[in-house]
């Protein structure tokens, strides 16, 4: 639930019927007819269930965001569902859900659900977009959720969100510093995967990793994600990221990098000048069209789930002489 003073932390977004409405801090004027929906803290959150529908206000990212949810459902082992919860005028309501509609997914999920609370006064109804399943977890990519409590207007916020459960390691395993970063020397990286990282990006590979050693990244008990950079030109270093089986890294794969819409990259494994935030387990890249970095692309993705995700995208094309730190580029996507 957000505290802001003076109204600081306000978000737009569409109220059904095409008029417009805000999610904000505060309480509700008594004369004012829209609903005072708020958006979750991570500390009111608390400690995940061992399973949860998740849905964030689209745009937002739960994971750095210190407030993001605007309705979260949490589900037992076998996927019973306990009451949602939503936040209006500082107060946690809950909902059961009463009805469905389209094809179910995983963890029991559908395209439509309507939901009521326990005295009839708010119902919501979830429109949702739900992603190809792939791996154990759900994604939704988009949709809308309508709140509708008596004495108010409808209130409708996009969302985005997810459906998963969290895997507990196996008895006696430490994986407390799973993702933190480690080297592997480039004598350690095989023929194969030097080899497959030059058909990516053209470059002295085998003597650049010796300089440089490979920066990695433990995803599991048997996984690792390697990234390897090397300099093939006067302004940029290329780096190429392979997922790893760490018993025998002869068994990997090259990673991608999605595109943002209408623009398409030389080389989908390919970033350049990248850095990590572990915490985060987001890389963010900068590549320069020339020495006075005056124009260039900026980009930042997450890896989530085996994948790398696109949360930001920035350019420059104009190389008019002017620097511009690249995190200030002209925004061309975000999600």
């Not at 108010?152 to 969302?159: N, Q, S």
């Not at 996984?223 to 025998?248: K, L, P, R, T």
Request: charged residues 25%; proline residues 7%.
């Amino acid at each position: 639930m957000i505290r802001v003073a003076s109204g600081l932390r306000v978000l737009a977004l569409g109220l059904w019927g095409g008029a417009s409405a805000v999610l904000c801090a505060g309480p509700a004027l008594a004369e004012d007819p829209k609903l005072d929906l708020e958006l979750f803290s991570q500390e009111e959150l608390g400690e995940p269930p061992a399973c949860a529908v998740r849905l964030w206000q689209a745009g937002l990212d739960p994971d750095t965001d210190r407030y993001a949810v605007v309705f979260h459902e949490a589900l037992d082992a076998d996927h019973t569902r306990a009451p949602a919860r939503i936040v209006i005028g500082g107060e946690i309501v809950e909902l059961e859900r009463v009805a469905t509609g389209g094809a179910t997914t995983g963890y029991d999920l559908y395209p439509e659900q309507a939901y009521r609370s326990r005295d009839g006064k708010t119902r919501a109804l979830l429109e949702l977009e739900i992603a190809p399943e792939e791996g154990e977890a759900v994604g939704i990519d988009g949709g809308r959720m309508i709140v509708i409590r008596s004495g108010y207007l409808p209130f409708t916020v996009a969302v985005e969100g997810d459906a998963g459960c969290l895997t507990p390691p196996a008895a006696g395993e430490d994986l407390t510093d799973l993702f933190a970063p480690y080297e592997i020397g480039g004598d350690s990286v095989p023929d194969s995967l030097i080899a497959a990282a030059n058909e990516a990006y053209e470059c002295e590979w085998r003597d650049a990793l010796m300089r440089s050693p490979v920066t990695a990244f433990q995803t599991s008990e048997e996984g690792a994600v390697w990234d390897m950079s090397c300099a093939a030109g006067m302004h940029n270093v290329g780096h190429v990221v392979a997922q790893v089986y760490i018993a025998d890294p002869n068994t990997f794969s090259l990673m991608s990098f999605q595109d943002p819409p209408g623009r398409s990259r030389p080389s989908p494994h390919v970033l350049f000048n990248a850095t990590w935030d572990a915490a985060t387990r987001t890389v963010t890249a900068f590549a320069s069209d020339r020495g006075l970095g005056d124009c260039g692309t900026f980009e930042r993705h997450r890896y989530v789930d085996g994948e790398f995700v696109l949360v930001e995208y920035r350019e420059k094309p104009e190389c008019d002489g002017t620097y511009v730190e690249p995190e200030d580029y002209p925004l061309v996507y975000s999600r």
